[in-house]
């Protein structure tokens, strides 16, 4: 029993299907031309082989625009016409350039814009000009062809054999005999040179794992003071820091020692003027009792019973 299928269904699905492919492809080829682009020319006088419609149309590597169209100039074959769509908006100048650029190895050509400076005016269609004319420079690729060109010329291979032989002509006026013996002396000595570093070959690798070892040196040496330096520096700030405190209250105590003093100037002079004097008198006063004293105490000892029966009279003379 065969299935049912719907035609009208179907055929309503196909017809929507390609009215929408119709209409995106139509979008896709008319919706970059719709008045935001500006059109401009250019002339190029080389070949724009890998350059085709719709082709990149740079400024300074940014996209700006597409190639409309390419033709050979009406009135003179050697020129390639190119009609350029870009991006209205774009800063063209009267001094921007048009430059074929080739992409790598692809062979796929673009136009980069180049130039273009700030003070330039806004390039305009001239007197005649259905749309403003864009200049053009030569590409890397056309100046390298006409450089080879020029030296593959009959001129140019005469002009560079005539500088081959000028050069020549040098070089055997250089190394002439003389010359030729210098170089040979120069020659000697860097092989007896080479020689001798040959034979001290060892001496010379010695002294150089000596040096390397005293670098080494010097880098753990460096290291170790990079470590230490900043210890020591932090007990010297400390020690200034504590010298500092000291001198302070150095100062402090110097200022109440001062202060003392001043207050007791007026007791001092007091005790200068009148209780030195006494304590002089007292000390004479002292000094006389001491040695009263000190006679009692020989009399005593020479004579203990004075000190309760008194003196004895001293003896009487003869006759008395």
């Given amino acids: 029993m065969e299935p049912k299928v719907n035609y009208v269904l179907v055929g309503s699905f196909v017809a929507l299907l390609g009215a929408s492919i119709l209409a995106g492809i139509l979008w896709l080829g008319k919706s970059d031309y719709r008045g935001s682009y500006d059109r401009y020319v250019a002339y190029m006088k080389e070949s724009v082989a890998g350059l085709s419609v719709n082709s990149t149309v740079k400024y300074r590597g940014v996209d700006v625009g597409r190639v409309k169209d390419i ?12 009609t350029l769509d870009i991006i209205r908006g774009t800063p063209i100048k009267t001094d921007t350039i048009a430059v074929l650029e080739t992409q790598g190895l692809t062979g796929l050509a673009t136009i980069n814009l180049n130039g273009g400076s700030r003070e330039a005016p806004q390039l305009q269609a001239q007197e005649g000009q259905t749309y403003p004319v864009i200049k053009t420079g030569p590409s890397l690729f056309f100046r390298l062809d006409e450089a080879v060109s020029r030296l593959l010329s009959e001129e140019g291979l005469a002009q560079l054999l005539v500088d081959l032989d000028s050069a020549v002509r040098g070089a055997a006026k250089i190394l002439d005999d003389e010359n030729r013996t210098l170089l040979k002396g120069t020659i000697k000595d860097l092989s007896d040179v080479a020689q001798t570093i040959a034979a001290h ?11 390397a070892r005293s670098a080494d040196n010097l880098v753990k040496l460096t290291a170790s003071l990079n470590a230490e330096v900043p210890a020591v520096l932090a007990g010297i700030s400390k020690s200034v820091t504590a010298l500092g405190t000291a001198t302070e209250e150095l100062a402090r105590t110097s200022k109440t020692v001062g202060t003392i003093v001043t207050e007791a100037r007026p007791e001092l002079q007091q005790f200068t003027r009148r209780t030195l004097p006494e304590a002089g008198l007292l000390v004479t006063e002292l000094r006389q009792l001491t040695v009263t004293l000190a006679r009692v105490a020989r009399e005593l000892e020479r004579e203990p019973s004075s000190l309760v029966f008194g003196r004895k009279p001293p003896p009487r003379g003869p006759g008395e």
């Avoid at 033709?71 to 050697?78: A, H, Y």
């Avoid at 070959?201 to 040096?211: D, F, M, P, R, V």
């Fill in 201 to 211: 070959k060892t001496q010379i690798e010695q002294s150089l794992n000596g040096a």
């Fill in 71 to 82: 033709t050979l100039k009406p009135d003179n074959p050697e020129e390639v016409l190119l």
